[in-house]
């Protein structure tokens, strides 16, 4: 069994970021369909596709939902960004993720925490 972590970085504005966000949903879900451990996690301006994808009339809100239980989301950036309450346990919102700890964020300069 492989274990794989997909990250979203790409933010909402471009059809380049949606087709980033897509792919990486059809990575993860791919995975997921073969019996690997595999998840899907929003950092950084990612965090906004949660809100996006959420909503039930959004094209790939499908693809999205049936990753929910492997899905994750930074809850600083999503602070950071103002979606804080899209990543908010319930509903079809992923799972939150905890900040690096301390001794993870000292290895990285600019990390929140440092």
């Known amino acids: 069994m492989n274990k794989v972590f997909v990250l979203v970085l790409a933010d909402i504005?471009?059809?380049?970021?949606?087709?980033?966000?897509?792919?990486a949903m059809q990575t993860a879900k791919e995975?997921?369909?073969?019996g690997d451990e595999v998840r899907l996690v929003?950092?950084?301006?990612?965090?906004?596709w949660i809100g996006e994808l959420g909503s039930s009339g959004h094209k790939y809100h499908g693809l999205f939902a049936s990753l929910k239980d492997r899905a994750g989301a930074c809850s600083y950036c999503a602070a950071a960004f103002g979606v804080k309450s899209a990543v908010e346990p319930g509903g079809d919102s992923p799972r939150r993720i905890r900040r690096?700890?301390?001794?993870q964020?000292?290895?990285f300069r600019g990390v929140p925490g440092d």
């Open 13 to 23: 504005e471009t059809k380049e970021a949606l087709g980033r966000v897509v792919n």
């Open 31 to 34: 995975f997921k369909d073969a």
């Open 42 to 48: 929003f950092d950084g301006a990612g965090t906004r």
């Open 100 to 103: 690096a700890s301390q001794s």
């Open 105 to 107: 964020a000292r290895r």
